[in-house]
Nanobody
Framework: QLQLVESGGGLVQAGGSLRLSCVGS??????????MAWFRQAPGKEREFVAA????????YFADSVLGRFTIFRDNAKNTIYLQMNNLKPEDTGVYYC????????????WGQGTQVTVSS
C-alpha cells in the first residue's frame, strides 16, 4: 500500500515562499504511472484540490486560486512530489496533503498526516 509523508510546512509572512515535499513508499511512483496531487484543508472547510502532475511531470494543472504562484514537480527516482509555493497569502493557510490524482474516496481511504502551512498577514 502506498504510504505518504508530507513535510516542509511552517509559519511564513504573506508574500513569502515555502516548498513542500511528499515522499511515497510502499509503491514505485514511476512504475505505476500514477498522477499525484496536492490538496489542502483550511480550518472548518472541506479539503480542496491545489495542484496535480501526471506520472512524468510533463503535465500539470492548478486550482485557480494558486495559478501563477504555485508549482508542482516530481522526482520519480526519489519517489517525491514537491509543491513550490510563492507569494503566499493568508488564505493559503491550512494543512497540506499529497495523494494520488484522482484521490481515493470513501471512509477508509488513506491520507498522510499532512503538513501545516500558516501564512500571517
Amino acid at each position: 500500500q502506498l504510504q505518504l509523508v508530507e513535510s516542509g510546512g511552517g509559519l511564513v509572512q504573506a508574500g513569502g515562499s515555502l516548498r513542500l515535499s511528499c515522499v511515497g513508499s510502499g509503491r514505485d511512483f514511476s512504475r505505476l504511472s500514477i498522477g499525484m496531487a496536492w490538496f489542502r484543508q483550511a480550518p472548518g472547510k472541506e479539503r480542496e484540490f491545489v495542484a496535480a502532475t501526471n506520472w512524468s511531470g510533463g503535465s500539470t494543472y492548478f486550482a485557480d486560486s494558486v495559478l501563477g504562484r504555485f508549482t508542482i514537480f516530481r522526482d520519480n527516482a526519489k519517489n517525491t512530489i514537491y509543491l513550490q509555493m510563492n507569494n503566499l497569502k493568508p488564505e493559503d493557510t491550512g494543512v497540506y496533503y499529497c495523494n494520488t490524482d484522482p484521490p481515493p474516496t470513501g471512509p477508509r481511504s488513506y491520507w498522510g498526516q499532512g503538513t501545516q502551512v500558516t501564512v500571517s498577514s
